[in-house]
């Protein structure tokens, strides 16, 4: 009796890992399943919808694979668990879709969230459909079908979920439940979608005018599983996604630490190993050259650096959060289930035993052969390998003016580093976390930070943007000309302002991460810098124009948790005094572990357009370039 190889067997058993505690909850006659947690701020039918749907796509992940034959003892176990999930599953959808049934999860509506899912379990159904479709009858399929007819008609956003109505449609025409539409409004929502491509496999998501993981969460496992189940009808646009998702592979590697972690950025971090996704889908699409060593080695990392982390509830689920639980930084639309689009990060399990990238040995990941620059022109991002972490310099991902609910301060940071990660604010709408960003606050006590944002210079030294701290009402608007440079561990950033009213500045460095609340601080000679027990620290050290030492921090239970990754934190800040009209600042931000790299810089000279600085490990440091104001 063969055995498939280990890393394969590995893969198959974490995602029956996450389907064990699902299955326990899986009662006879529902359509959804009981898991605790949040709800959204959709309605009760959408969040039970998405209870069933996402689930549906790991099982369906697993139950395409190969079935387990080792060890010899299990196998029985494993393949009545195998019936069991698929029984219950396939029950489940004729319950839910039968408007008799008391379980019927309701017809698709304009902007719902329903439609979302319906596209997602299209997917499934044809993904593991010997198991899950096939088994019905042919009056449980027209009614199933009727189902996702709904959708026809509705009103989608404008952003990746125009992907889902191509689905939805795509998959009737499969079943012959076409209509004779049909073909013209997949053509114009993939058209449309096609038009928000900005450059070397990157899109804009719509409404959201964000560059993220939502390119990976979303863009590229919808185009490539388009092009996968129905790409035959149109080739020539199944070979762009195609060719698009090459591009985007390639950059998008480098956002993976040497510990398989990637940077929490932009909106549904808690979706963790979603981000995988796309490395499966590109190898079993034939559309990536990278090695399948070292796709293999970045899956599996990033797969396991989340599910060894507490990222579970109190029924053995997954729980909201990052890299433990925190139910708070979840989006308004999110609910107790929806960690489950996590389950996207299985499509290396379309790929059969024999394939590769189950095979080959390890290679490692560009994070672990050294430090990097990689600057990413379409979405105005430079990624940076520092030690074995890595770090987004964000200069073109924004957020809408009318999505600045979801806070802006998740696309509006001068860095988003692995390791250290960020801090919320809360209420997202109103707030701002003044970690490694730049804010300004008004004589009404009200706080801005940078939402909009145009990428001026790009190349491997540095990063320039042009942007601006205000909003419309009150005509609030401070002009903004950010500068970046690096060096190991450290940013300097100077910042060319000009102030339309009175307002006090704050400059903030990286926000530590503290698992307890002890923290050592110190403040010398306008340097900020907070070390853990673990030995992780933060330094903040002002060179002009911030006077004022501060500290945003969370050391005891009396306020809310705000940081990503830990219960407590320490974030270095500077703040002006109050001023308008033109000036600048300038300062160096640092995080890491190595305290002789954490030491001050000294000026060595400051002339106009040419500073030179000086480091006791680093050494000499001269940078030249024009925004550079003479630094007395």
Same mark, same amino acid.
């Given at each position: 009796m063969?055995?498939?190889?280990?890393?394969y067997?590995?893969?198959?058993?974490?995602?029956?890992?996450?389907?064990?505690?699902?299955?326990?909850?899986?009662?006879?006659?529902?359509?959804?399943?009981?898991?605790?947690?949040?709800?959204?701020?959709?309605?009760?039918?959408?969040?039970?919808?998405?209870?069933?749907?996402?689930?549906?796509l790991?099982?369906?992940?697993?139950?395409?694979?190969?079935p387990?034959?080792?060890?010899?003892?299990?196998?029985?176990?494993?393949?009545?668990f195998?019936?069991?999930?698929?029984?219950?599953?396939?029950?489940?959808?004729?319950?839910?879709?039968?408007?008799?049934?008391?379980?019927?999860?309701?017809?698709?509506?304009?902007?719902?969230?329903?439609?979302?899912?319906?596209?997602?379990?299209a997917?499934?159904?044809?993904l593991?459909?010997?198991e899950?479709?096939?088994?019905?009858?042919?009056?449980?399929?027209?009614?199933?079908?009727?189902?996702?007819?709904?959708?026809?008609?509705?009103?989608?956003?404008?952003?990746?979920?125009?992907?889902?109505?191509?689905?939805?449609?795509?998959?009737?025409?499969?079943?012959?439940?076409?209509?004779?539409?049909?073909?013209?409004?997949?053509?114009?929502?993939?058209?449309?979608?096609?038009?928000?491509?900005?450059?070397?496999?990157?899109?804009?998501?719509?409404?959201?005018?964000?560059?993220?993981?939502?390119?990976?969460?979303?863009?590229?496992?919808?185009?490539?599983?388009?092009?996968? +189940?129905?790409?035959?009808?149109?080739?020539?646009?199944?070979?762009?996604?195609?060719?698009?998702?090459?591009?985007?592979?390639?950059?998008?590697?480098?956002?993976?630490?040497?510990?398989?972690?990637?940077p929490?950025?932009?909106?549904?971090?808690?979706?963790?190993?979603?981000?995988?996704?796309v490395?499966?889908?590109?190898?079993?699409?034939?559309?990536?050259?990278?090695?399948?060593?070292?796709?293999?080695?970045?899956c599996?990392?990033?797969?396991?650096?989340?599910?060894?982390?507490?990222?579970?509830? @109190?029924?053995?689920?997954?729980?909201?959060?990052?890299?433990?639980?925190?139910d708070?930084?979840?989006?308004?639309?999110?609910?107790?289930?929806?960690?489950?689009?996590?389950?996207?990060?299985?499509?290396? +399990?379309?790929?059969?035993?024999?394939?590769?990238?189950?095979?080959?040995?390890?290679?490692?990941?560009?994070? @672990?052969?050294?430090d990097?620059?990689?600057?990413?022109? *379409?979405?105005?991002?430079?990624?940076?390998?520092?030690?074995?972490?890595?770090?987004?310099?964000?200069?073109?991902?924004m957020?809408?003016?009318?999505?600045?609910?979801?806070?802006?301060?998740?696309?509006?940071?001068?860095?988003?580093r692995?390791?250290t990660?960020?801090?919320?604010?809360f209420?997202?709408?109103?707030?701002?976390?003044?970690?490694?960003?730049?804010?300004?606050?008004?004589?009404?006590?009200?706080?801005?930070?940078?939402?909009?944002?145009?990428?001026? @210079?790009?190349?491997e030294?540095h990063l320039?943007?042009?942007?601006?701290?205000?909003?419309?009402?009150?005509?609030?608007?401070?002009?903004? @000309?950010?500068?970046?440079?690096?060096?190991?561990?450290?940013?300097?950033?100077?910042?060319?302002f000009?102030?339309?009213?009175?307002?006090?500045?704050?400059?903030?460095?990286?926000?530590?991460?503290?698992?307890?609340?002890?923290?050592?601080?110190?403040?010398?000679?306008?340097?900020?810098?907070?070390?853990?027990?673990?030995g992780?620290?933060?330094?903040?050290? *002002?060179?002009?124009?911030?006077?004022?030492?501060?500290?945003?921090?969370?050391?005891?239970?009396?306020?809310?948790?705000?940081?990503?990754?830990?219960?407590?934190?320490?974030?270095?800040?500077?703040?002006?005094?109050? +001023?308008?009209?033109?000036?600048?600042?300038?300062?160096?931000?640092?995080?890491?572990?190595?305290?002789?790299a954490?030491?001050?810089?000294?000026?060595?000279?400051?002339?106009?357009?040419?500073?030179?600085?000086?480091?006791?490990?680093?050494?000499?440091?001269?940078?030249?370039?024009?925004?550079?104001?003479?630094?007395?």
């Amino acid at each position: 009796m063969s055995s498939a190889p280990s890393a394969y067997l590995h893969l198959q058993a974490q995602a029956r890992r996450l389907l064990e505690p699902l299955v326990a909850l899986m009662q006879p006659g529902r359509a959804d399943l009981p898991i605790a947690g949040p709800a959204s701020d959709h309605d009760r039918q959408a969040d039970r919808l998405e209870s069933f749907a996402r689930p549906l796509l790991l099982a369906a992940f697993y139950l395409q694979s190969t079935p387990e034959m080792q060890p010899a003892a299990d196998v029985e176990a494993r393949r009545a668990f195998r019936l069991h999930l698929a029984w219950w599953l396939r029950q489940g959808l004729i319950a839910g879709t039968d408007p008799r049934d008391a379980g019927y999860w309701g017809p698709d509506a304009s902007y719902h969230q329903h439609h979302v899912e319906m596209g997602l379990m299209a997917i499934a159904l044809q993904l593991a459909e010997r198991e899950l479709w096939m088994p019905l009858s042919a009056e449980e399929k027209t009614a199933v079908a009727r189902w996702f007819a709904t959708c026809r008609g509705g009103g989608i956003v404008n952003n990746n979920h125009l992907f889902m109505s191509v689905h939805i449609l795509e998959f009737l025409g499969k079943l012959g439940a076409a209509h004779r539409t049909d073909r013209a409004v997949i053509d114009a929502h993939l058209s449309q979608l096609e038009t928000m491509h900005r450059g070397g496999g990157w899109f804009e998501d719509g409404i959201n005018q964000a560059y993220d993981h939502y390119n990976a969460y979303a863009f590229h496992f919808y185009g490539l599983m388009w092009a996968r +189940l129905h790409g035959g009808r149109d080739a020539a646009r199944a070979q762009r996604w195609r060719d698009w998702a090459r591009l985007f592979v390639d950059d998008y590697q480098h956002f993976f630490a040497a510990s398989g972690e990637h940077p929490a950025f932009g909106r549904s971090i808690t979706y963790r190993f979603n981000a995988i996704n796309v490395f499966g889908l590109a190898l079993a699409e034939g559309c990536t050259d990278l090695a399948p060593g070292r796709l293999r080695r970045l899956c599996t990392r990033n797969l396991d650096f989340f599910l060894s982390r507490p990222i579970y509830q @109190e029924q053995g689920c997954l729980a909201s959060g990052f890299t433990d639980r925190f139910d708070q930084i979840i989006e308004p639309y999110s609910c107790a289930a929806s960690p489950y689009w996590a389950a996207k990060g299985f499509t290396p +399990l379309l790929l059969p035993p024999e394939h590769a990238f189950w095979n080959v040995p390890e290679e490692p990941l560009p994070a @672990e052969c050294g430090d990097f620059v990689r600057p990413m022109r *379409a979405p105005g991002l430079v990624l940076r390998g520092v030690g074995g972490e890595v770090e987004i310099l964000n200069g073109g991902s924004m957020v809408g003016n009318t999505q600045l609910r979801y806070g802006a301060w998740k696309w509006s940071k001068l860095a988003y580093r692995t390791g250290t990660h960020f801090t919320y604010a809360f209420p997202e709408i109103s707030n701002v976390s003044p970690d490694s960003a730049l804010t300004q606050q008004l004589d009404d006590r009200r706080v801005f930070g940078r939402h909009s944002t145009v990428v001026v @210079e790009m190349d491997e030294q540095h990063l320039g943007y042009s942007y601006n701290l205000g909003a419309k009402v009150g005509q609030v608007n401070t002009g903004v @000309e950010t500068f970046v440079w690096w060096r190991a561990g450290w940013l300097l950033h100077v910042h060319r302002f000009d102030a339309r009213q009175p307002v006090v500045l704050r400059l903030g460095g990286f926000a530590l991460p503290l698992a307890t609340s002890e923290v050592q601080r110190n403040e010398e000679n306008l340097r900020l810098a907070a070390w853990s027990p673990a030995g992780h620290g933060t330094v903040l050290q *002002a060179l002009h124009g911030l006077t004022a030492a501060e500290w945003d921090a969370r050391l005891d239970t009396t306020s809310a948790r705000r940081h990503v990754a830990a219960p407590f934190h320490a974030t270095p800040v500077f703040a002006t005094t109050r +001023l308008s009209g033109p000036g600048w600042l300038a300062a160096l931000s640092w995080t890491g572990t190595d305290r002789a790299a954490a030491a001050p810089w000294r000026v060595v000279a400051g002339a106009a357009e040419r500073w030179q600085l000086s480091h006791p490990q680093l050494g000499a440091w001269e940078v030249a370039h024009w925004s550079l104001p003479a630094l007395g």
